[in-house]
T-cell receptor, first 114, second 109 residues
């Protein structure tokens, strides 16, 4: 079966533009997570969904960042008015249930803001 | 989650055992030790986890000291494909993983 799929794999955008990053979790996984990874650092937690609802969005850096998961499957991370500091790899992960021992990560979307 | 300390980098010869240490001296009684690894340009991959007892699976072994203040991940026969950043994470059985900078393991031919 397919793993976690993220699209696009690379995105270059101009400062100030709006971007959407998509995550297709493993089928049947109810828990979905977004992380952000800057160069040379480990991934940092952004937001966690259980089903359709955002159970914890405490990692979102500011109100320019927003994520949705309307049908409890695909999720979209939305960034408004992008800044150069938003450049990073955005990773999505899913697990069958909350608290499962293993989270499965996608390959990430590399976002570059120029 | 408790903080972890890992060496920045390590080298290992192909075919030999790789022993990756992790200090977690502030770990609480209900916090698990998890290991993930990240191969270049890929997302992190779960390896193994444990609470008190040593654990082994098809990928690795995890040795946790009796006082639980440190642990060692063992790859018994390292291959070139094991070259990756290895993250030791202390997790209180919830949904969030707190990654540090990890250890870059380089397996040399």
């Amino acid at each position: 079966g397919a793993g976690v799929s993220q699209t696009p794999s690379n995105k270059v955008t101009e400062k100030g533009k709006y971007v959407e990053l998509r995550c297709d979790p493993i089928s049947g996984h109810t828990a979905l997570y977004w992380y952000r990874q800057s160069l040379g650092q480990g991934p940092e937690f952004l937001i966690y969904f259980q089903g359709t609802g955002a159970a914890d969005d405490s990692g979102l850096p500011n109100d320019r960042f927003f994520a949705v998961r309307p049908e409890g499957s695909v999720s979209t991370l939305k960034i408004q008015r992008t800044e150069r500091g938003d450049s990073a790899v955005y990773l999505c992960a899913s697990s069958l249930n909350q608290g499962d021992t293993e989270a499965f990560f996608g390959q990430g979307t590399r976002l570059t803001v120029v | 989650d408790a903080k972890t300390t890992q060496p920045t980098s390590m080298d290992c010869a192909e075919g030999r055992a790789a022993n990756l240490p992790c200090n977690h001296s502030t770990i609480s009684g209900n916090e698990y030790v998890y290991w993930y690894r990240q191969i270049h340009s890929q997302g992190p991959q779960y390896i193994i986890h444990g609470l008190k007892n040593n654990e082994t699976n098809e990928m690795a072994s995890l040795i946790i000291t009796e006082d639980r203040k440190s642990s060692t991940l063992i790859l018994p026969h390292a291959t070139l494909r094991d070259t990756a950043v290895y993250y030791c994470i202390v997790r209180r059985s919830n949904y969030k993983l707190t990654f540090g900078k990890g250890t870059l393991l380089t397996v040399n031919p």
